[in-house]
Structures are given as structure tokens and as C-alpha cells.
């Protein structure tokens, strides 16, 4: 299957600072691709939607200024955690695909732990 | 907006055959079925996709009734190494866009 990288796997930040999280499709173009949170034993929580060339779509509830997502080429997207605090400290995913309906591939994952 | 809904949790034995069955009554006439196993501190895994009657690859079977309001996901012979999460996702699309919702997953717990 396609692979999507994620960069870093994991991050330990200090309270007031920004984390970037890189998300790269290696082997395919990807014209959207997804953000995700992840709490413990928890599901994911989408949190954007973004499609290259375009300003991201945030679900209800998802701080735009704080989550900057760019998704500036068809194989990388960036999640900027902005400011971040200790209730940022999560699992960040990134999800791409080719298209609608087809199969989504998923990063492995970041650990942000901020302190 | 598709919704769907899984068990919490199942437990099994090594070498039985899994299924675990998800409602989705919302599904959209052009949505397809797919389902994602997950393991502690990874990103989701793709298992299967469909969007009627059975598909079947090298690690499971997929199974949707003509009404497409359910789907089940059987693994044959389960062992240690499938105890994960397990997704099921209805694919979704709103205003324009598209977007892969996970609701809240079946843990399946294999024990010998």
C-alpha cells in the first residue's frame, strides 16, 4: 500500500512555544488529506480537512488560529500547534488520499508531549 | 451525516473466526465501507473497502446486506497479533468535500 510519512514521531515541547508536524504522502498524490487528535483510549477526532492549493476546512470546535494547517504541494501537508499548552499534549495524525471514496492511509502518528 | 455504531469491545480465542458488525442506517447512496485496525500509538491501518454483498482480500471478508445499513468484518482464524481496535467508516461527504469520520471502534481482545 501507499505509505504517508509523519515527522516527528514524537516531540516534547515547552508551554508557550509552536510544534510544526509534517505529513508527507511518499509514493502518491494526495489531494486530501486529514488531521486528526487522538486521546488515550479514545478514537480519532477529525479535526481538519485540507485539499492542496487551499485554505483547510476545521470541524466545530477546532481553533483555526491555534491548529495552522497548510497543505501547500500534493505530497505535504504541516499542522503548526501554535502556543501550545499542556491540554495540547496528544496523538496528532495525518490521513491522505488520492480521492473521494477511496482508501485513506495514515501517518503513524506524533506524540506531543508539552510541559 | 453517516453515523455508525460498533460494539465496545469483544473478546476471542486464537484460531476462531472474528466478526464484528457495524450499523450505519444513514449510509449515502455513493458511500462505500470501509474498516481500519489500530494499535496502540500507531496511525490506522487499511483492512477492507466495499460497497455491496462480499469482498474478500488476504486478511479478511467484508460482508454488506442489499440494504447497506450494516456491514460485518470477519477475520478468520484470529490470532494474539489482532488484538487491536477495529474502525468501521462510512465515507462522507459535505459541502463539496469529503471526509473519513471514525466513530467509536470495537476493541478485540485475543487471548490463547
Known amino acids: 500500500g501507499a505509505v504517508v510519512s509523519q515527522h516527528p514521531s514524537r516531540v516534547i515541547c515547552k508551554s508557550g512555544t509552536s510544534v510544526k508536524i509534517e505529513c508527507r504522502s511518499l509514493?502518491?498524490?494526495?489531494?486530501?488529506m486529514f488531521w486528526y487528535r487522538q486521546f488515550p483510549k479514545k478514537s480519532l477526532m477529525l479535526m481538519a480537512t485540507?485539499?492542496?492549493?487551499?485554505?483547510?476546512?476545521?470541524e466545530q470546535g477546532v481553533e483555526k488560529d491555534k491548529f495552522l494547517i497548510n497543505h501547500a504541494s500534493l505530497t505535504l501537508s504541516t499542522l503548526t500547534v501554535t502556543s501550545a499548552h499542556p491540554e495540547d499534549s496528544s496523538f496528532y495524525i495525518c490521513?491522505?488520499?488520492?480521492?473521494?471514496?477511496?482508501?485513506?492511509?495514515f501517518g503513524q502518528g506524533t506524540r506531543l508531549t508539552v510541559v | 451525516l453517516a453515523k455508525t455504531t460498533q460494539p465496545i469491545s469483544m473478546d476471542s480465542y486464537e484460531g476462531q473466526e472474528v466478526n464484528i458488525t457495524c450499523s450505519h442506517n444513514?449510509?449515502?447512496?455513493?458511500?462505500?465501507i470501509t474498516w481500519y485496525q489500530q494499535f496502540p500509538s500507531q496511525g490506522p491501518r487499511f483492512i477492507i473497502q466495499g460497497y455491496k454483498t462480499k469482498v474478500t482480500n488476504e486478511v479478511a471478508s467484508l460482508f454488506i446486506p442489499a440494504d447497506r445499513k450494516s456491514s460485518t468484518l470477519s477475520l478468520p482464524r484470529v490470532s494474539l497479533s489482532d488484538t487491536a481496535v477495529y474502525y468501521c467508516?462510512?465515507?462522507?461527504?459535505?459541502?463539496?468535500?469529503?471526509?473519513?469520520?471514525f466513530g467509536t471502534g470495537t476493541q478485540l481482545k485475543v487471548e490463547l
Open positions: 509514493d502518491f498524490q494526495a489531494t486530501t
Open positions: 444513514n449510509i449515502a447512496t455513493n458511500d462505500y
Open positions: 485540507s485539499n492542496e492549493g487551499s485554505k483547510a476546512t476545521y
Open positions: 467508516l462510512v465515507g462522507d461527504r459535505t459541502g463539496g468535500g469529503n471526509k473519513l469520520t
Open positions: 490521513s491522505a488520499r488520492v480521492g473521494q471514496n477511496t482508501e485513506a492511509f
